[in-house]
């Protein structure tokens, strides 16, 4: 599967999981807390899978691991 912007939504899913990780939170507690499944969440953060995301779903994301959403472009 192409994307456009593939190596971008690689990118988001990294520094994901790294604010997570920072905060002390496991994906599947970041997955309730924002409300999405915890496949979904594994996916997107997995360096060698494209995912894409809502900007809902990343505008959800940054504000559970409250930071900027600038801060995971």
Do not use: W
Request: aromatic share 8%; proline share 1%.
């Amino acid at each position: 599967m192409s994307f456009k912007h593939s190596e971008r939504y690689k990118l988001i899913g990294i520094k994901i999981s790294k604010y997570r990780m920072k905060r002390g939170l496991t994906q599947e507690q970041l997955a309730n807390d924002v409300g999405i499944s915890y496949s979904y969440l594994t996916q997107i953060e997995a360096p060698n899978v494209v995912k894409k995301m809502s900007l809902e779903v990343l505008f959800d994301i940054a504000d559970t691991l409250n930071v900027n959403i600038k801060d995971l472009l």
